[in-house]
């Protein structure tokens, strides 16, 4: 039931925040929901995949196994959804496609080669990265991103996933766009 949640919530709040959202119902591909702004003049369109999860013992995180194919509009968001116990409401964090294909290969490939652990002691392949709520803080309740294409959202990481992007041993995904300048945040 916690996708179900996830993604019921979020159409209530693009509704809340101008959006006129549709389930897709499996029909299209990396999207869960599509949304048309009825608050702006040229009335964009957007496309949602909707990622839910419940607290775990010490935060929350999401498997972002399917989160490795770039953007292929300036229109495409993740909505990560925290949905807690009741009756605390959900949180939701709005962050572009692109942003989550970078964090998701850092955050794993900065786990998968730490120096101070063993070789061969991780071997958990990409599509089973796992990305905390710590990354996406700064992208909490940023509703009003939606009406900026993607390309144009500044990157709200911690400075320490920069950091990490930096290292040899981790880097970005071969054919982000990122490669060609690492934006600053």
Not at 29 to 47: K, N, Q, Y
Not at 48 to 61: D, L, N, S
Not at 102 to 128: C, E, F, L
Request: glycine share 4%; charged share 20%; aromatic share 8%.
């Amino acid at each position: 039931m916690v996708k179900t949640v996830g993604e019921h919530w979020v159409c209530a709040m693009l509704a809340r925040h101008g959006w006129a959202p549709a389930l897709t119902r499996d029909g299209i591909a990396r999207t869960d929901i599509l949304a048309v702004a009825t608050h702006i003049e040229e009335r964009p369109s957007i496309e949602i995949q909707v990622k839910a999860a419940t607290r775990g013992a010490k935060h929350t995180t999401w498997l972002l196994g399917n989160a490795s194919t770039l953007a292929a509009s300036q229109r495409e968001w993740f909505v990560f959804v925290m949905v807690p116990q009741p009756p605390l409401p959900p949180r939701g964090f709005i962050v572009p496609r692109d942003h989550v294909v970078a964090a998701r290969w850092i955050i794993h490939q900065n786990w998968m080669t730490n120096p101070d652990v063993a070789t061969g002691q991780r071997n958990t392949p990409i599509s089973q990265a796992r990305v905390n709520e710590e990354v996406w803080a700064g992208y909490e309740d940023r509703w009003d991103l939606l009406e900026t294409p993607t390309s144009s959202v500044p990157v709200l990481f911690p400075a320490w996933v920069r950091e990490r992007a930096l290292l040899d041993r981790v880097g970005l995904p071969p054919d982000h766009p990122w490669n060609e300048a690492l934006p600053v945040w």
